[in-house]
Each structure stands twice: as C-alpha cells, then as structure tokens.
C-alpha cells in the first residue's frame, strides 16, 4: 500500500489540555430578598459621606443608619443560599461593616460597598435594566405628583413638607451625591422605600412609571450645558457609545466611577445625556448582545407559533450566532458550565423548532431568558476583571494552540528523522503563513467588516473534518510500516522521489490549515475579551501563553528526537487517531452550530476539549471513524501475519 507524501507523515500527538470550569449554583432566594440587599449597599455607598468626613461623625442621625444598613447587608448575606462566591462575598460584607465602625474614609466605603454590590449581581443576578423604553416627560409628571411636596419642584429638597421631616428630603440638585447615584438606586428606592425614613415605597406604580421616574430624578443634578455637551460627544465619537453600551450600563454607572476610567468632564457630558435621552442607548443595543439574542429568539418563537417554522429556525441561528455568540470569550473565562448550559438549552430549541412542537419551545426559550440574564450580568460592559481577562487569554491560547502546534512539530519531529530537512521550509512557510493571515483577520475583524458567527463556526468545522481525515490516514499508514518494521527502507526509496515530485507543497497546506482553524478563533475570542479595555491583563495572557506553548515544543522535539523509530511510529498512531476523532467532533458541532448540519440531542457529557458534544451527529461521525481506524489496524496486522 503507497500513499502521496502529504499522507506518509507521521505526528505524534501529546493531546493535554486543563479545562476549569466554574460550577453555579441556582439561587433559592427569592429576587426581592436580592435586590433589597443591593439597595442597602448601594445606600451606604451613596450616603455614607454624609455620616463621616476626616474620621469624624458629621451626623450621629446617618452613622447610625450607616452602622444598621451594614450590619444588616452582612446578615443578610449569611442567610443567602450556597455558591460559589457565597464566601467571597460575606467576606466583602463584613470588610465593609468593619470599615463603617472604623470611620473610614468614604471613597474607601464606597468602593467596598460597590465591590460587594458587584459579587451579589455575579452570585445572584436579576434583571437591572427596564424592559421598556423610559418616558421622561411622563417621569416629569409623575414627579410633581408624588415627589414635588417633600424634594422640591425642582429637586432641591425644599418642598413644603421638608421642614417637618427628619431625615430632610434628599436635594436631588446636590451636584456631589448625584455623583455616586446610579439610576438602579433610585429605581430601587422608588420601589421598596427606604426604611426608618419619610421615603414611602411607591410599589403601585407600574414598573414602567418607576423606571421613567428614576430616570427623570436622576436627570435634575446635570445642566443644560452638561446635556449639550454630551449630545456632542455621542454624534462626534464613538467612544461616548463604548462607555455607555446598552440600558445595563446606563442604569447601573455612576458619574463618579464613569471619571476614574477617563476624563471628568466627559463622563458627565456623557451621562448627562444618556440619561436624558435613553432611547439613543436603547437603539445601540438592540443591535447586538443578549438584547438582540433576546429578540431574536422571542421573533423565532412568534414565528413558529405562526407555523412558520423555516423562519423559526432562522432566526433562532441567528440568536444564537449573532447574539449570543460574540459573548462566548467572555463567558468562557467566568462561568464555562453557563456556556455549556446556554448552548445546549440553544440546540434543543433549535430542534423543538424542527419538530414543531410550540410547546417545548416555549419552555426552552423561557430557560433561555433565564440563562440570558446571567450572562448579561457576567459580560456587561466593564464586567470582566483582569484578572479574569488574563486567565481567559490564557487558557484560550493554550486550548486552541496546542493541537496546531503538536501536529506542526510533529511534521517537523518526523522530517528530521527521516533526514529529509529540505521539507522542513514548506512546514515553516505553512505556519508563517497561516499567523500572518490570522493578523489579517484580526485587522478585518477590528476595522473592516465584522465577522460572523455562523463564518467562523463554518470555518472551524470544516478545517476541522479536513484535518482529521489527513489525520485518519497519516495513522493508518504509519501503523502499517511500524507493524511492518519496514520504515527505514521505505523512507530511503520512496520519500526523496515523492518530494522530488512537489507533493511537499502538501506539507504548507496541512501546517496552513492546522494553524490557521485555531488562529482564526482564538483572533476572534481575543477581540472579544479585548472590548473589556484590559489590554494589559490581555498581552499577559497572551504572552504566557506563548511561553509555555514554547516549553510544550521544546519537551516534544527533545522526547521525539530520543525516540526509536520503530516505537515512534507504533505509539504515534494511536494518538493521531485519536486527535482525529476529537478533530470530527469539532468539526460537527461547528457545523451544527453555522445551521448546516441538524443536531439531534441526547445524554451525555459535554466536553469541547475531547471534542465530546452530546448529539447523535457528533457521537456517529465520531464512531465512525473509529471504526474506520479499527478496520485499518486490524487490516495492518493481518498483512503482517500472513
């Protein structure tokens, strides 16, 4: 049996890969128990500076609110179900009650109480953002008829009723305070009051007349200049929509933490307008993000309901690739099994569609949306840390470049064996090319066109199907001449006229191909984690990345290179095989997900990094070609019996 040259290599495949996965917990509390513990820490981050100045009581009335909202938040939190940042965030509790009783600076309360604020949302997430666009002018009205008597006409806290309260009225004009208020705190005060104080819970009204309000009080502290400048900013610069991308954002920022990450004046420009004018933000986001795979999948749902099922299924795909897709990077580096459970919930959707049946349908998109409000509240604008970022970059090289690179030194590891090192240029070249074409994507991903989902699933897929098929038969071949023990004279009489013949530029396509499937992604998760605007964190990652890939190389040629032939050829094919298996997996699943391939799911485990995905279509292409590796084997070693 001969083959071309470009199937008489040989790889010896190390296949090693960790995979951390975060495990989350579902919550038991209930959403209102949640968000009343975020209204007394957002509280004490707000009005705490009204308590204590230079380590002195300035109000015995508000330290001692300060000191009760704390000590409740801490108790609060002990009474939360388990989690996994249960313990991180009791811990974040009880730093900040600790710092209330020392008198601590504010800024230092503050921001222990925003950072406790943020685990509770990762922990425990609900929706923050309003459901519909907030109306201003009905905000404004609404003010005057339930607000005006006690805050003032125009929110300076001078109603008529103010000089008989204690607590006075909060001065919604007050230019400091409004600089830590974000319009989540308002919402919630507006909603559930504020205990031990004059503020009544306004719980009757419905939630679009309390988001419509908050927005319109936290309006009263900006200028007319503050708006303009603002309304400039957003029609000059993109860089006004980057720092205020979507109503999470919105409602959630603060003046005070918007000027810590750039100017001062421009992050009040900026809000000032955003808040006065939320439909240019609202518009933004409904072209991407969970937003859009939100609408995406109820239009999906709609259109099945209306027996349109070829419809429904289209745009559930785009859901999924549009939408949703663009966030995996992201969400891969904070809670992989919510990566792993949106996908799969996706699949089934996708194949109730198929089958018509509305009723599954329904409750898997209501599984969705729940599945979508955690992941709005882990990859939210500004969400992302460093330190997530760089184990996100990581853990992304690593996974996506160990499997191009064992199958590039391996080409490499057999060529000097076979003392064949004129080859070895077309290799090169390969590789070079393939990184150079990948910082072309990058540059098309960045500043030209957006690249789809359904294109890099498509790419990823069938790169996939054609590495594991050059893969199937590099084994079987080399299988034959270990068995055979034949490899010394074959290489001597058949490799220098195959070469001779050019089939090494087969050697540039396959190293090409190898690199270039796993660049193509890993550009594309970079750029996603790079949004965040943790570069540095980024280029960390990226750069460790690249010196242990380097040491895994180094190991490799050192191991091949003391190697005897005869075992390097008999143990190689076994782990080639076996890559090209994990390669038909991913090579599936990637078309399935681009819409090419339909899925059908069962139980199973799902693991990407052994190319494991739990759908009839995965596990038979992947059975298969087991069978097929089987055959060749056992055809092998007949051969050498007879």
């Known amino acids: 049996m001969t083959y071309p040259i470009w199937r008489r290599l040989i790889a010896f495949v190390m296949f090693c890969c960790c995979v951390i996965g975060t495990t989350h917990a579902n919550p038991t509390s209930s959403e209102a128990e949640v968000r009343q513990l975020w209204q007394l820490l957002d509280y004490v981050a707000v009005d705490y500076a009204g308590a204590v100045q230079n380590g002195a009581i300035v109000s015995e009335l508000e330290y001692g609110e300060m000191q009760e909202f704390s000590t409740r938040a801490q108790n609060q939190v002990t009474a939360l179900p388990p989690h996994p940042l249960h313990a991180e965030l009791a811990a974040a509790t009880t730093k900040l009650k600790q710092a209330v009783e020392r008198k601590e600076a504010p800024q230092q309360v503050s921001l222990l109480a925003r950072e406790a604020n943020r685990l509770l949302l990762q922990a425990y997430p609900f929706p923050v953002a309003p459901r519909a666009l907030p109306d201003l002018a009905s905000g404004a009205a609404l003010y005057q008829a339930q607000c005006a008597s006690c805050h003032g006409a125009a929110g300076a806290g001078d109603g008529p009723l103010a000089a008989k309260l204690e607590p006075k009225p909060i001065a919604f004009t007050d230019e400091e305070r409004a600089r830590s208020r974000s319009l989540m ?30 927005f319109y009080v936290g309006s ?18 993109s ?15 603060t003046e005070e933490e918007l000027a810590k990450a750039g100017s001062p004046s421009t992050a009040r420009a900026v809000l000032a307008y955003a808040r006065t004018h939320p439909g240019v933000v609202w518009e933004q986001q409904e072209r991407k993000g969970i937003v859009l795979a939100r609408k995406l999948l109820q239009d999906s749902l709609d259109a099945l309901k209306n027996n349109q099922r070829s419809k429904a299924t289209e745009l559930a795909l785009s859901a999924y690739l549009d939408g949703f897709e663009p966030l995996e990077a992201r969400l891969d580096a904070t809670d992989r099994q919510l990566l792993v459970d949106v996908e799969r919930t996706m699949q089934l959707y996708r194949g109730a569609v198929a089958q018509g049946n509305v009723l599954r349908a329904t409750e898997y998109a209501s599984q969705l949306d729940a599945y979508f409000v955690r992941v709005e509240e882990l990859t939210g604008a500004n969400k992302t840390d460093a330190t997530t970022v760089f184990v996100g970059a990581l853990t992304i090289l690593l996974r996506e470049g160990v499997e191009a690179l064992l ?6 590891a057999f060529l000097r064996k076979a003392e064949r090192p004129q080859a070895l240029r077309y290799v090169h070249a390969g590789w070079i090319s393939a990184l150079a074409a990948g910082a072309l994507t990058w540059v098309v991903a960045t500043y030209v066109v957006s690249i789809s989902g359904a294109s890099r699933e498509v790419t990823e897929g069938l790169s996939s199907l054609f590495a594991a098929a050059v893969l199937l038969s590099v084994g079987l071949w080399m299988h034959q001449k270990g068995q055979a023990g034949q490899w010394q004279a074959y290489l001597k009489q058949h490799l220098t006229a195959a070469m001779e013949k050019r089939s090494a530029w087969a050697l540039f396509a396959l190293a090409f191909i190898a690199v270039y ?10 750029s996603a984690l790079g949004a965040d605007g943790n570069g540095p964190a ?3 990652g990226f750069v460790t990345g690249l010196v242990l890939l380097s040491i895994i190389a180094v190991i490799f040629l050192r191991t091949s290179a003391r190697m005897p032939i005869g075992k390097f050829f008999s143990f190689s094919s076994v782990l080639v095989a076996a890559l090209a298996v994990v390669l038909v997996g991913k090579g599936i699943a990637g078309l399935q997900e681009a819409g090419w391939l339909t899925a059908t799911p069962v139980t199973g485990p799902r ?3 052994l190319g494991l995905y739990p759908t009839i279509e995965t596990y038979a292409a992947q059975l298969a070609l087991l ?10 070693l007949m051969k050498v019996r007879k």
Not at 517 to 526: D, G, I, Q, S, W
Not at 627 to 636: K, P, R, S, T, V
């Open 627 to 636: 069978l097929a590796a089987g055959l060749g084997f056992g055809f092998n």
């Open 239 to 253: 860089s006004a929509s980057a720092t205020i991308p979507d109503m999470n954002t919105l409602v959630t920022a």
């Open 185 to 214: 705190a308002l919402y919630q005060v507006i909603s559930q009051g504020v205990e031990g104080t004059s503020m009544p819970a306004f719980a009757g009204l419905s939630e679009h007349d309390r988001w419509s309000l908050a």
């Open 517 to 526: 499937r796993e660049v193509f992604e890993t550009v594309l998760f970079y």
């Open 220 to 237: 009263l502290a900006f200028k007319g200049t503050d708006i303009a400048a603002g309304e400039s900013a957003f029609a000059k610069s």
């Open 607 to 609: 693991m990407p990094v």
């Open 538 to 540: 980024l280029l960390a």
């Open 407 to 412: 199958i590039v030194i391996a080409m490499v």
